[in-house]
C-alpha cells in the first residue's frame, strides 16, 4: 500500500500564498517511477483537478482556474509534492488531496486524506 500525508493547509486572506506539501512512503513503492497530481474539493462541489507533474518533474499542467498562480513541483529525494498556492481566491477554498496517477491507463488509485485551505475576503 501507499500511504499520502498532506500538509500546510491554513487560513490566509485572499492575495496571500501557501505552500502545501504531499509525502510519499510505502514498502513496494518507488516515487521517482509515477507521475502525481493535486485535486481540491470545495463545499457542496465535486472533486476537481488542480495540477499534474511528471515523474521526473519535467512536464506540468494545470487547471485553467489556477494557471499562473499555482506551481506543482517534486522533489524525488525527499518523496515529496508541493503545491505552490499565490495570489490565492476565496474560490481556492477546498479540501486538497494529492494522488498517484495510473500507469498505462487514466485514473489515480491512492490518495490522501486532505488538507483545508480556506481563503477569506
Known amino acids: 500500500q501507499v500511504q499520502l500525508v498532506e500538509s500546510g493547509g491554513g487560513l490566509v486572506q485572499a492575495g496571500g500564498s501557501l505552500r502545501l506539501s504531499c509525502a510519499a512512503s510505502?514498502?513496494?513503492?518507488?516515487?521517482?517511477?509515477?507521475?502525481m497530481g493535486w485535486f481540491r474539493q470545495a463545499p457542496g462541489k465535486e472533486r476537481g483537478f488542480v495540477a499534474r507533474?511528471?515523474?521526473?518533474?519535467?512536464?506540468?499542467s494545470y487547471a485553467d482556474s489556477v494557471k499562473g498562480r499555482f506551481t506543482i513541483s517534486r522533489d524525488n529525494a525527499k518523496n515529496t509534492v508541493y503545491l505552490q498556492m499565490n495570489s490565492l481566491k476565496p474560490d481556492d477554498t477546498a479540501v486538497y488531496y494529492c494522488?498517484?496517477?495510473?500507469?498505462?491507463?487514466?485514473?489515480?488509485?491512492?490518495w490522501g486524506q486532505g488538507t483545508q485551505v480556506t481563503v477569506s475576503s
Open positions: 507533474i511528471s515523474r521526473s518533474g519535467g512536464s506540468t
Open positions: 494522488a498517484v496517477d495510473r500507469v498505462g491507463s487514466t485514473g489515480y488509485d491512492y
Open positions: 510505502g514498502r513496494t513503492f518507488t516515487f521517482s517511477s509515477y507521475a
